[in-house]
């Protein structure tokens, strides 16, 4: 299986190429930051692409160095931006806060499937990570909220060909201790991918415009 990870140059995407490259896939990794990819690509011995899927010019340009058959595309944001405490931005940087939020986990996305949509084969799967659990009314909730609904919309698109499309989004976590826990759980990199793979597997040919929750068996609305 041929498949393209977005965003390898975070812990996050190293760890999820990192999953299927271990499963025996072909694995290409793409990435803005230079420095963290080349090294990501050394470390699980893959093809690495330089290009900010932010920026359409940047993915335009980017275009001849991508597989032009791909089985399966994994969305990972690369966040490049860190405010702070919400409760003391500026306007500005209040401002600031929700474009990012936009821009790293939708934006990317959407141009990112935009360019290769045509690349993927019957049968294949596009998948989309929200790596945070949200705080309720953040720019982050708002930007998981519309990932869902453009998730949904592309699986009806993309269904006509046999695609899936689902998003992966981190959930609660048990808290260490809790009862029902006898071992240390697995990281939520780990567990993220995880499902990422197995979205891929014919077992979950069946599941398609969903935003599935990593959680450790914790409801994503446990104590609100």
Known sequence: MEVLVTGCDTDLGRTIAG??????????IAG??????EVA???LDVD???VDNVDPAS???ARGQFPHHLDTLVNVPAPRWT???????SLAEHATAWRHALDTTLLSAVLTVQILGDHLRS?????TVVPEYPRPGSAEAAIKAAVSNWTEGQAQYYGIRGI?????????????GYPGLTRTPPSMADEISRLALFLTTPAARHITGQTLHVSQGVLTEFGA
Not at 123 to 127: R, V
């Open 19 to 28: 999953g299927f490259r271990d499963a025996g896939h072909r694995v290409v």
């Open 32 to 37: 803005a930051r230079r420095d963290d990819l």
């Open 41 to 43: 690509a050394k470390e």
């Open 48 to 50: 690495a692409i330089i």
């Open 59 to 61: 993915l335009e340009a």
């Open 83 to 89: 405010g702070g405490d919400p409760r003391t931005y």
């Open 123 to 127: 049968g294949g799967s596009i998948i």
């Open 164 to 176: 899936s499309v689902n998003a992966v989004a981190a959930g609660r976590n048990a808290e260490p």
